[in-house]
Structure formats: C-alpha cells, structure tokens
C-alpha cells in the first residue's frame, strides 16, 4: 500500500489545466518562431524604429543612429528570449500551485480564489515581454517597459506573488496542524 | 496520483514564492538593490581588494555589484523551476515507490534539495561580504553544492527505485 486516500491530488479545474498547457504551447511556438523568423522579426522591428527616428533619438548620423537601433533590437529580441523561458517555467508553476491549492485549500471560496490568483497571474505574465517587444520599435525601450509594467507585470505578476505567497501561508498552517 | 507530504509541498512553494519575489525585486528595486550591494562594497575594502583609486575600484565594485545582481537572478529563475520540479518527483516518488522509508529518504532529499536556489542569495550575499573569489568559493562549496547534491541524489535515487519498484511488481 502507498498510501491514503486522504494523500491523493485532487485535480484543479480543467480551464486552470488548459490554460497552463496552452501557455507552454505559446511557450514552445514562441522560441520555434523566435529562431525561424529571427531575420523577418528584425528586418520588421528596424524598419518600424527607421520610420520613427525621434521616439529612438535617431540625429542621422549613422554612427551614432546604428547604435541606438542596435540596442532597441537587442532589447527587442530579449523580450521574445523573456517571454518563452517565463511563459515555460509559469506553466508548470500554475499546474503545481493550483493542484496544491486544490487539494490543501478547504474553504471552496478560499480554493477559488487561490486557483484564480494564481492561473490569471501566472498565465498573463509572461504576456508582458511580448507586448514589450511588441512596443519597443514604436515607443522604444523605456517607454515601452513602462507601458509592460503597468497593463502587465505589475496586475499579473502581482497577482501570481499574492496567490503564491497566499498558498505558501495555507500550507505552513495545515504543516503546523498536522504537525 | 498520490501528493508527497505536507512538508515536501511547503518548501516548493516556498521556494516559488521566494523566486517570484526575487524577480520582482530585481525588476522594481534594482537601483535599491544596486546601491545596497555598492554600500556592502564599499563597508568591506580588504575582502574586495579595494585600492583608493577611484578608476580602479569602480570597476571592482562594478564587477561585485553584476555578480550579486546575478545571484538574484539565478535564486528567481532557478526558483521557477525547482519548486515545481520537486512537486513533480515528490509526487512521482508518491505514486510509484512502494518502499515506505524509501519514500521518507526520498522526501527528505527532495526538500533539502528544493532549497538549492536559496544558495544563489547567499552567493549574492557571500561575494558582497568576503570578495568575489572567496565568497563564490563559500557559497558554493557550503550551500550550493551540498543543497545542488541533495537533489541530484534523490532524482537519481527516484529513477533507480521506480525501475526496482517495476522489477518487483513484474517478478
């Protein structure tokens, strides 16, 4: 005998599950096109910064301008870079945090809620380098972090620290009174 | 499937619950982070080797500064992975070993091993404190090795049980 039935993992809800695994998808298609269009992607973000040269600071000295598109490209392909290896780790974090809030939680609000931190979070979070990359050839690299930070880091990945931080709580109760 | 116990799923989440705060952190109080890691520099000349040569000891604190600036890094991304890992072959070692002190030598491993990453803040913390070469030659000689070990171990030792497990139910 392994164990009790009172040691088995009860399942999140299926759209927690769904999410997850889709976001590795979004994950794994990212970093496939990351690689296989890496020329048309830059060829897109130059083109996009070339036809905006006062939101880059473009003066028309080539010197001086191949730097600056340089480091927007730079920062242009780590948002992708970004957005597959976090979008790959949330995706397990959300599958194991949400069986553990499933099957530790005891109220149903309290399980609903946690299972909902942490899916909304952990699933839009990643979302936020991509529109980074997305953004920064139109509005460059800070302002375009700025804009990543306040519509997605900041509610999403609060909400995935809250949730976690919530459960970690949860379970250091139920350890204290089982122990 | 079977859960592995309470104490294994706490420090997983844990462990997450500190990556995710450490990213964060780096992503909202860098220039905090950055000035905290220049102070310690600075309050502990010898162990960086500091010269009084302005040109020559920006750079030192530079390079302290980026090393310690990593270890968060690495604490977050390695973090994001280990706790989720360790849910995993907790709950792997759960369902298929059928050993019950296997089990526990297998927990214990797991939950020693999980708090691997915190070995990148004490490297972040030892290089600020004793100076670059020693404080990565401590950290990774008295945390990140033996907790890095731990969990090489009871992965291995998972994989070599599960195939004893299959041997005894087949024979």
Same mark, same amino acid.
């Given at each position: 005998?392994?164990?009790?039935?009172?040691?088995?993992?009860?399942?999140?809800?299926?759209?927690?599950?769904?999410?997850?695994?889709?976001?590795?998808?979004?994950?794994?298609?990212?970093?496939?096109?990351?690689?296989?269009?890496?020329?048309?992607?830059?060829?897109?973000?130059?083109?996009?910064?070339?036809?905006?040269?006062?939101?880059?600071?473009?003066?028309?000295?080539?010197?001086?301008?191949?730097?600056?598109?340089?480091?927007?490209?730079?920062?242009?392909?780590?948002?992708?870079?970004?957005?597959?290896?976090?979008?790959?780790?949330?995706?397990?974090?959300?599958?194991?945090?949400?069986?553990?809030?499933?099957?530790?939680?005891?109220?149903?609000?309290?399980?609903?809620?946690?299972?909902?931190?942490?899916?909304?979070?952990?699933?839009?979070?990643?979302?936020?380098?991509?529109?980074?990359?997305?953004?920064?050839?139109?509005?460059?690299?800070?302002?375009?972090?700025?804009?990543?930070?306040?519509?997605?880091?900041?509610?999403?990945?609060?909400?995935?620290?809250?949730?976690?931080?919530?459960?970690?709580?949860?379970?250091?109760?139920?350890?204290?009174?089982?122990? | 499937?079977?859960?592995?116990?309470?104490?294994?799923?706490?420090?997983?989440?844990?462990?997450?619950?500190?990556?995710?705060?450490?990213?964060?952190?780096?992503?909202?109080?860098?220039?905090?982070?950055?000035?905290?890691?220049?102070?310690?520099?600075?309050?502990?000349?010898?162990?960086?080797?500091?010269?009084?040569?302005?040109?020559?000891?920006?750079?030192?604190?530079?390079?302290?500064?980026?090393?310690?600036?990593?270890?968060?890094?690495?604490?977050?991304?390695?973090?994001?992975?280990?706790?989720?890992?360790?849910?995993?072959?907790?709950?792997?070692?759960?369902?298929?070993?059928?050993?019950?002190?296997?089990?526990?030598?297998?927990?214990?491993?797991?939950?020693?091993? #999980?708090?691997?990453? *915190?070995?990148? @803040? =004490?490297?972040?913390?030892?290089?600020?404190?004793? /100076? !670059?070469? +020693?404080?990565?030659?401590?950290?990774?000689?008295?945390?990140?090795?033996?907790?890095?070990?731990? #969990?090489?171990?009871? *992965?291995?030792? @998972? =994989?070599?049980?599960?195939?004893?497990?299959?041997? /005894? !139910?087949? +024979?």
């Amino acid at each position: 005998m392994i164990g009790s039935s009172a040691e088995a993992w009860r399942l999140p809800p299926i759209a927690s599950l769904l999410i997850a695994v889709l976001l590795i998808a979004c994950a794994e298609v990212g970093g496939a096109s990351m690689v296989q269009f890496k020329l048309e992607l830059t060829r897109w973000a130059r083109s996009v910064i070339l036809a905006r040269p006062a939101m880059h600071g473009l003066v028309g000295v080539r010197d001086v301008d191949e730097q600056v598109i340089d480091e927007a490209l730079v920062k242009f392909d780590a948002g992708f870079r970004l957005f597959h290896l976090h979008a790959e780790g949330m995706g397990l974090v959300i599958i194991a945090t949400t069986m553990t809030a499933a099957t530790l939680a005891r109220s149903a609000t309290t399980r609903r809620a946690l299972i909902a931190l942490l899916t909304a979070g952990g699933a839009g979070y990643p979302f936020g380098y991509l529109l980074w990359s997305a953004l920064i050839p139109y509005y460059g690299i800070q302002t375009g972090k700025t804009l990543a930070e306040w519509f997605v880091w900041i509610p999403f990945g609060g909400a995935s620290i809250v949730g976690t931080w919530w459960l970690t709580a949860l379970v250091g109760v139920r350890l204290v009174r089982g122990a | 499937m079977r859960r592995p116990p309470v104490i294994v799923l706490f420090v997983a989440v844990l462990v997450i619950a500190l990556g995710e705060s450490a990213g964060a952190v780096m992503s909202q109080l860098r220039p905090q982070v950055t000035r905290y890691a220049q102070s310690r520099v600075a309050a502990n000349p010898q162990a960086h080797g500091l010269a009084g040569s302005a040109e020559y000891d920006t750079e030192v604190t530079g390079r302290a500064v980026f090393l310690a600036e990593a270890g968060l890094s690495f604490l977050h991304t390695h973090a994001q992975g280990l706790g989720p890992l360790v849910i995993f072959a907790g709950t792997i070692a759960a369902s298929v070993v059928p050993w019950r002190p296997a089990r526990g030598v297998l927990y214990a491993l797991f939950t020693v091993g #999980a708090l691997f990453p *915190l070995g990148y @803040l =004490a490297y972040s913390v030892a290089v600020l404190e004793q /100076g !670059r070469e +020693a404080g990565i030659e401590a950290a990774q000689r008295y945390v990140l090795t033996p907790l890095g070990s731990a #969990a090489i171990i009871g *992965l291995v030792a @998972l =994989a070599l049980l599960m195939v004893a497990a299959r041997r /005894g !139910r087949s +024979a």
